[in-house]
Structure formats: structure tokens, C-alpha cells
């Protein structure tokens, strides 16, 4: 069985703070991807990461891709309230695996 | 460009009916996926249908089954429900088939139906 491992579960952090979110397995990904999904909506994709050791930044936020395409991270700087979500990463398994889902990180940010 | 629509939003059933779920994907997306989301497991694979075939199954009893129309149009039901199915059904659409060139592969995701089984 091959599992995405979240941390952290939880995570209440005030305005302006950084944060890293991490994603494990002990198997190698082809691919991963991250995804933020707001109360009421669907997961809106984020960024893919295919190749290890890749760093993708998306203005605030810096995805790491590990060289083993074991693990991968989310960080935010000086985090917003708008960046209150729940943070999922995906990864894939193989060229025809299915997607699977880490349990996410719920994230708050306080004004 | 219209997003993926599922329909109903939200539904209420009772334990032993059945529950028929509905995806619109986005225009020209011919490969659907359905993901259950319940607060304990997070996301977990259903099912996947491209040209009105399933090309790839998760872990779920027979009583969860799908099906995809000519239109890309796909449905998903649930027979003899149980108190455990309660969740969130998320409907996603792609413009790739099955899993072919993953970094490439994008979801789209409906906003869901959120079930409740009393």
C-alpha cells in the first residue's frame, strides 16, 4: 500500500509567520502535485513537480521536489489570511498510477 | 470556459436507498475521476472513465459503481447505502486519458456532492 504521509495535521499561525508543510512516502513518485481546497469547493491544483531536487515558486509560496522523489515541501512566507485552506499533496506512482492524496494540512492564518 | 459541475450539492438519504451523482466535465475533457473525501481518510480514489470506458478502479465494494455517456458526462452510484458512505463526492475532469505523461496529467475539480447517510 503506498501512502502519503501530511505534517503537520493541523496548523494556526498568525499573519506574517512562515510556515513548511511536508509531504513523505517511502516510495518514489513519477509526479506531485499540490492543492489547496477551500470549505465548500473542490481542490484547486497549485503547482506539479516532476523532476527531483525541483524548486517551483509561486509568489509566496516555494515547492521543493526532494532528490529522491520521496518527499516534497510547502513553504509560505509572510502568510496571509487568504492563504487559509486545506493543503493537499498528490503524488503518482509510476506512468499509469492513480493519484493519490496525502490527508492534507489545515491550515489557518489570524489577522 | 464552464468548470466542472456536479449535481445535486448536498442530498440526505437514508441508510439502504441508493444515491445517483451526477459530473459534468469541462468542455472537450474526455477522462473523469471520482474521489470520495471524508475528514478521517481525505481523498481517496473511485474510479476513472475515459471514452465511456473505466480504465482504473480504487478500493471500494461493487455497491459503488459509475458509468460515462458519449457527452463525457459521467455518473456515479452508490446502492444500499451505509452510514460510512457519508462524505464528500469530488468529480474531476482531464484533457489527457488515463494517467498518460503524469506530470502533465491536470485535474479539474467539480465542487462536489456532499452526501449524508442518516
Known amino acids: 500500500t503506498q501512502l502519503l504521509e501530511q505534517s503537520p495535521q493541523f496548523l494556526s499561525i498568525q499573519e506574517g509567520e512562515n510556515l513548511t508543510v511536508y509531504c513523505n512516502s517511502s516510495?518514489?513518485?513519477?509526479?506531485l502535485q499540490w492543492y489547496r481546497q477551500e470549505p465548500g469547493e473542490g481542490p484547486v491544483l497549485l503547482v506539479t513537480v516532476v523532476t527531483g531536487g525541483e524548486v517551483k515558486k509561486l509568489k509566496r509560496l516555494t515547492f521543493q521536489f526532494g532528490d529522491a522523489r520521496k518527499d516534497s515541501s510547502l513553504h509560505i512566507t509572510a502568510a496571509q489570511p487568504g492563504d487559509t485552506g486545506l493543503y493537499l499533496c498528490?503524488?503518482?506512482?509510476?506512468?499509469?498510477?492513480?493519484?493519490?492524496f496525502g490527508k492534507g494540512t489545515k491550515l489557518s492564518v489570524k489577522p | 470556459k464552464a468548470g466542472v459541475t456536479q449535481t445535486p450539492r448536498y442530498l440526505i438519504k437514508t441508510r439502504g436507498q441508493q444515491v445517483t451523482l451526477s459530473c459534468s466535465p469541462i468542455s472537450g475533457h474526455r477522462s473523469v475521476s471520482w474521489y470520495q473525501q471524508t475528514p478521517g481518510q481525505g481523498l481517496q480514489f473511485l474510479f476513472e472513465?475515459?471514452?465511456?470506458?473505466?480504465?482504473n478502479k480504487g478500493n471500494f465494494p461493487g455497491r459503488f459503481s459509475g458509468r460515462q455517456f458519449s457527452n463525457s458526462r459521467s455518473e456515479m452510484n452508490v446502492s444500499t447505502l451505509e452510514l460510512g458512505d457519508s462524505a464528500l463526492y469530488l468529480c474531476?475532469?482531464?484533457?489527457?486519458?488515463?494517467?498518460?505523461?503524469?506530470?502533465?496529467?491536470?485535474?479539474?475539480f467539480g465542487a462536489g456532492s456532499r452526501l449524508t447517510v442518516l
Open positions: 474531476a475532469s482531464s484533457s489527457l486519458g488515463p494517467s498518460r505523461l503524469s506530470g502533465a496529467n491536470v485535474l479539474t
Open positions: 516510495s518514489v513518485f513519477s509526479s
Open positions: 498528490a503524488g503518482r506512482y509510476g506512468s499509469q498510477g492513480n493519484l493519490i
Open positions: 472513465y475515459f471514452s465511456e470506458t473505466q480504465r
